[in-house]
Nanobody, 129 residues
Framework: VQLQASGGGLVQPGGSLRLSCEVSALPSNSWAIGWFRQAPGKEREGVSAISRTDSSTYYADSVKGRFTIYRDNAKNTVYLQMNSLKPEDTAVYYC???????????????????????WGQGTQVTVSS
């Protein structure tokens, strides 16, 4: 099982970046791929996720309208297109595969790090002038 994240870098405020998460050999119980981020001194937070069954997408309020998650099944890759970047988007970004579920489901579950049991390495995104 492997998730390989890439695409981070330094960008000016208002700029764009596209992160890639190459996915291989996920277990059959994996139900979503998500992007998370962690800034220094802060907890890891969910940014966006895409269902593996019906491609439904989920976004944190802080990135709605600016970030888009999508996947290319032929390339086994999930992308996070990030536009209108702000300094507060600066963080290490991780992709992960969801493998756990609560008894009931909600929108927030898709962005809950606890439900993601397989993690890739992070890629640094820095938004600064």
């Amino acid at each position: 099982v492997q998730l390989q994240a890439s695409g981070g870098g330094l960008v000016q405020p208002g700029g764009s970046l596209r992160l890639s998460c190459e996915v291989s050999a996920l277990p059959s119980n994996s139900w979503a791929i998500g992007w998370f981020r962690q800034a220094p001194g802060k907890e890891r937070e969910g940014v966006s996720a895409i269902s593996r069954t019906d491609s439904s997408t989920y976004y944190a309020d802080s990135v709605k309208g600016r970030f888009t998650i999508y996947r290319d099944n032929a390339k086994n890759t999930v992308y996070l297109q990030m536009n209108s970047l702000k300094p507060e988007d600066t963080a290490v970004y991780y992709c992960a595969a969801a493998t756990r579920k609560y008894g009931s489901s909600s929108y927030a579950d898709n962005l809950d790090p606890f439900l993601y049991g397989i993690w890739g390495q992070g890629t640094q995104v820095t938004v600064s002038s």
